[in-house]
């Protein structure tokens, strides 16, 4: 069974700028959380999906947004991009929302330049 | 979710049993404790968790103080694969395990 897969895994982009990241949870997961994890701050939750809607959100402004598809495929977008968000961006996938245990995914690098 | 705290590294010789302390005092009864492991650039792996009672799985073993106040991830026979970051996290039972509060963890570094 394939793992959470992450894409792209590296991304460079501006300042300004707006991005899109993926996230296609394990087969049969239902539940999708986003984190960000910088040197300073560490690893901070983001938001999480559970069946196409959003079910809790960490405090980050509302640049900040993501959502998921029926398949359960989720996206984070993050737009006007400061150079503050640079991070790797982190997804895990539950298999369902009783679930405890949560598989992470390689991560996003993203650099704002 | 109750405030952790971890020693921030820690070494440990390859072959020897690796004790990674945690202290979360103002735990709840309905608190678990989870353990999670992150290798340099990869996403956090999950080790372990528990409520009460000790725990041991294929990775890890969990000892929970008898007030729960404390615990400890023993990896029994440490690795150089098991150099990197653990995180002791504490999470309420009946509320979303998807939102996991992450502190800065214990550098475990293995030497050989």
């Known amino acids: 069974k394939a793992g959470v897969t992450q894409t792209p895994r590296y991304l460079i982009k501006t300042r300004g700028q707006q991005v899109t990241l993926s996230c296609s949870p394990i087969?049969?997961?239902?539940?999708v959380s986003w984190y960000q994890q910088t040197p300073g701050q560490g690893l901070q939750f983001l938001f999480e999906y559970f069946s196409e809607t959003q079910r809790n959100k960490g405090n980050f402004p509302g640049r900040f947004s993501g959502r998921q598809f029926s398949n359960s495929r989720s996206e984070m977008n993050v737009s006007t991009l400061e150079l503050g968000d640079s991070a790797l961006y982190l997804c895990?996938?539950?298999?369902?929302?009783?679930?405890?245990?949560?598989?992470f995914g390689q991560g996003t690098r993203l650099t704002v330049v | 979710d109750a405030k952790t705290t971890q020693p921030p590294s820690m070494d440990c010789a390859e072959g020897r049993a690796a004790n990674l302390p945690c202290n979360h005092s103002?735990?709840?009864?309905?608190?678990?404790v989870y353990w999670y492991r992150q290798i340099h650039s990869q996403g956090p792996q999950y080790i372990i968790h528990?409520?009460?009672n000790n725990e041991t799985n294929e990775m890890a073993s969990l000892i929970i103080t008898e007030d729960r106040k404390s615990s400890t991830l023993i990896l029994p026979h440490a690795t150089l694969r098991d150099t990197a970051v653990y995180y002791c996290i504490v999470r309420a039972g009946g509320t979303s395990y998807g939102k996991l509060t992450f502190g800065q963890g214990t550098i475990l570094t293995v030497h050989p």
């Open positions: 087969s049969g997961h239902r539940s």
């Open positions: 103002t735990i709840s009864g309905n608190e678990y």
């Open positions: 528990g409520l009460k």
């Open positions: 895990a996938s539950r298999q369902d929302w009783g679930s405890t245990e949560a598989f």
